[in-house]
């Protein structure tokens, strides 16, 4: 099941359920799909694949995080609460996070691999990590335990 097909049945889902929060944060999602997707015609593609539409929810995702921030610190929590929900259906289409110890073990396992030696192989490292965990691993927390490694 492709992540449009699971905007759809979530919409649908949500809208038979009367959850107004989920639908419009469902809707916000097909919105954004459908100017990622006409920002990629010029590109000659007609629907960006998963992959993109993973990178633009995650993108949405940290956009709503540093929402979240500003509101707390301007003393508005209902905002910060509706950013938060919003935060929570999103997630729940993208694939699970890899924990601290599986990060760590994908490093040893793309610095064997790449037979990287010090801190200037990073770049390689982080290529192989980008190519084979992507979808699961947050990469902005695996390049300070690459570093660490690497620094060894």
């Given at each position: 099941?492709s992540?449009?097909?699971?905007?759809?049945?979530?919409?649908?889902?949500?809208?038979?359920?009367k959850?107004?929060?989920?639908?419009?944060a469902?809707?916000?999602i097909?919105s954004?799909?459908k100017?990622t997707?006409?920002?990629?015609?010029?590109k000659?593609i007609d629907?960006v694949?998963d992959?993109?539409v993973?990178?633009?929810?995650?993108g949405?995702?940290?956009s709503?995080?540093?929402?979240?921030?500003?509101?707390?610190?301007?003393n508005?929590?209902?905002?910060?609460?509706k950013?938060?929900?919003?935060?929570a259906v999103?997630?729940?289409?993208?694939?699970a996070?890899m924990?601290?110890?599986g990060?760590?073990e994908?490093?040893?396992?793309?610095i064997?691999?790449t037979?990287a030696?010090?801190?200037?192989?990073m770049?390689k490292?982080?290529a192989v990590?980008r190519?084979k965990?992507?979808?699961?691993?947050?990469?902005?927390?695996?390049?300070?335990v690459?570093?660490?490694h690497?620094?060894?």
């Amino acid at each position: 099941m492709s992540l449009r097909d699971a905007f759809t049945a979530r919409l649908k889902q949500a809208m038979l359920a009367k959850d107004a929060a989920t639908v419009s944060a469902v809707r916000m999602i097909t919105s954004k799909l459908k100017d990622t997707d006409i920002a990629a015609r010029p590109k000659g593609i007609d629907a960006v694949p998963d992959e993109d539409v993973l990178s633009m929810l995650r993108g949405m995702v940290k956009s709503r995080r540093e929402s979240v921030e500003l509101y707390r610190q301007g003393n508005r929590p209902e905002l910060a609460a509706k950013e938060e929900a919003e935060i929570a259906v999103i997630e729940s289409f993208l694939p699970a996070q890899m924990d601290e110890a599986g990060i760590s073990e994908a490093v040893l396992a793309a610095i064997a691999e790449t037979g990287a030696q010090g801190i200037k192989d990073m770049g390689k490292v982080m290529a192989v990590l980008r190519a084979k965990h992507a979808a699961a691993m947050d990469m902005s927390k695996a390049g300070p335990v690459v570093k660490a490694h690497l620094a060894m």
